[in-house]
Every structure is written in structure tokens, then in C-alpha cells.
């Protein structure tokens, strides 16, 4: 069975940094997408980053130049680093997979439980 795990997130005053994880467990043969989503209180849930297989990537515009996201294919996990942090960032942040396992060749799409990141102003 796949399993997303995130860690990383907690409580860190504007201008601050923090460095999501999501490592990507189970019987995986291929990841096609991996990407970061969040969703603040009230609002819907918005892409803040994706990372195609072939390492191409998408920001949202609010965090173009301050968030990075990188992957480390050998352990199957994807980083988010948060830099400048605003307190309009303050949000849950998910994981999402597009992957394939070894017991549905299919791609589907898998979801972590989510991280808070939390900036004070």
C-alpha cells in the first residue's frame, strides 16, 4: 500500500525559513509527479509547486523566487523549501503523487495527511 508522509512544518516568524518533506512509501515503481499543495483556513486548496519526472516545474506566482521544490529520487521524497516566509503562507500543506505501484500499473494519484506551517507576523 502507498503511503505520502509529510514533516517539516510548524510555527516561524515572517522572514523566516522552513524545509518540507514528503517521503513516498510502499510498492512503487514509478513516480511521475510529485508536487505541494495548501490549504488556508476558509479558502480553497491551491498548487504551490510541482516536479514532473523530467524535473520541470511550476510555482504559483505568491511564491515564485521563495519557495523551491527539489526531489530525491533515490529515496522517493520531495523537499519544499520555504524561504521569506509571509504570514499569507500559513496553511496546511499537502503532498500529491502521481505514481504507479507494483500492484496497479495505472498511475493514481495519492495524498499525504498534511503538515501546518504557521508564520506570525
Excluded: H
Excluded at 516568524?13 to 509527479?33: D, E, K, N, Y
Excluded at 516566509?85 to 494519484?109: F, M, R
Amino acid at each position: 500500500q502507498v503511503q505520502l508522509v509529510e514533516s517539516g512544518g510548524g510555527l516561524v516568524q515572517a522572514g523566516g525559513s522552513l524545509r518540507l518533506s514528503c517521503a513516498a512509501s510502499g510498492s512503487i515503481s514509478s513516480i511521475s509527479v510529485m508536487a505541494w499543495l495548501r490549504q488556508a483556513p476558509g479558502k480553497q486548496r491551491e498548487l504551490v509547486a510541482r516536479l514532473t519526472i523530467g524535473f520541470s516545474t511550476n510555482y504559483a506566482d505568491s511564491v515564485k523566487g521563495r519557495f523551491t521544490i527539489s526531489r530525491d529520487n533515490t529515496k522517493n521524497t520531495v523537499y519544499l523549501q520555504m524561504n521569506s516566509l509571509k504570514p499569507e503562507d500559513t496553511a496546511v500543506y499537502y503532498c500529491n503523487a502521481i505514481l504507479a505501484s507494483y500492484s496497479d500499473p495505472y498511475d493514481g494519484s495519492y495524498w499525504g495527511k498534511g503538515t501546518l506551517v504557521t508564520v506570525s507576523s
